[in-house]
């Protein structure tokens, strides 16, 4: 395995470097990274208020290479995951037992239970001459389902449509329900798939708002992804920001950066049936006026998102603690 240039000295004496020096050594750690993308420091966004090093979003790890793992676990002393993905998209994962050693994977289904699985210990993740690395946690907390996805949709859809689609899918008629659905979709667009997290996805934004939180509050870095690292990604990003004081500008260009990926990933309901002709152009882009609609939706809807995140069981006092957390100390 080809090692990167180790820069644990970034992981061990953070507290000797001056913020830029922290931001500088954080990007080039990142840059290093050859099979995890759209990786960036959420410091980058709200510099001189969230300190480098402490909080990530990316893409998804599950193709890291040993080498990536090193980064990310040494370079970038990483030991929370939160993983926005479906559990179809899981079956891709092969990295974890390098990016984990003798960590924890935890799985949250709907009711809020919690599955745990131990990994065994990967040599290769520590160099001979280096102490053992802590260990790290992974969060599954999937924001997209399928079942979840078509009952958050059907309140969206005009009653004309919800009764054509019944009727086609009755008959056995699939490209005429896809012909009744999929325009509504394409017309929504990205701000539709938005809505829907945050209509359907509550108790898992405040469970992920909640993990980032005590991760910061035990100085523990952590990363939260997503296949692409743009939309689930992308929406738990902007309330992360928002808790931490940053305006719509800084919450729409943190967004805009996933512009240009031209993939869609979206929990893998572009592959259903039901969604097919889905235009791929519209969802795989990261547009400013997205999160501008994003924001406006819950201004108008919530009160803000400030005011989304304290209906969701995430108040003021936390947001507090998390922008304090992620702000203050020495780590």
Not at 148 to 165: D, E, N, Q, S
Not at 179 to 185: F, K, R, S, T
């Amino acid at each position: 395995m080809d090692r990167p240039a180790s820069s644990s000295s970034f992981a061990s004496a953070k507290t000797s470097c001056t913020a830029d020096e922290r931001g500088e050594a954080c990007a080039a750690a990142l840059s290093r990274l050859k099979h995890v993308h759209n990786a960036r420091d959420l410091a980058e966004a709200l510099p001189g208020v969230i300190k480098p090093g402490r909080l990530f979003r990316s893409g998804s790890p599950a193709a890291a290479s040993e080498a990536d793992a090193l980064v990310l676990r040494r370079d970038l002393a990483i030991q929370c995951f939160v993983d926005f993905r479906s559990s179809a998209e899981h079956k891709e994962d092969r990295s974890w037992p390098h990016l984990l050693s003798e960590g924890v994977i935890k799985t949250y289904d709907a009711s809020g239970g919690v599955e745990e699985e131990t990994l065994d210990s990967f040599p290769g993740l520590v160099q001979e001459d280096e102490a053992p690395l802590p260990p790290a946690e992974l969060h599954r907390l999937s924001l997209l389902e399928r079942s979840k996805f078509i009952r958050g949709l059907l309140p969206h859809l005009p009653y004309w449509t919800v009764a054509a689609a019944a009727w086609y899918k009755l008959i056995g008629d699939e490209q005429g329900m896809r012909g009744a659905i999929v325009p509504v979709l394409n017309e929504g667009g990205l701000l539709l798939i938005y809505q829907i997290l945050l209509e359907t996805s509550g108790a898992e934004l405040a469970r992920t708002l909640g993990i980032l939180l005590d991760a910061a509050q035990r100085r523990r870095p952590a990363l939260f992804f997503c296949k692409l690292g743009k939309d689930r990604t992308g929406t738990a990003a902007a309330l992360a920001l928002a808790a931490c004081g940053a305006s719509r500008d800084e919450i729409v260009a943190d967004y805009a950066r996933s512009h240009g990926l031209h993939e869609v990933a979206l929990g893998g309901i572009e592959k259903m049936d039901d969604t097919q002709g889905m235009d791929a152009s519209i969802f795989e882009s990261a547009p400013p006026e997205a999160m501008h609609a994003l924001i406006n939706y819950a201004e108008q809807t919530y009160g803000g998102l400030r005011a989304y995140m304290a209906k969701i069981g995430f108040g003021p006092d936390k947001q507090d603690a998390l922008r304090a957390a992620l702000s203050q100390g020495d780590w």
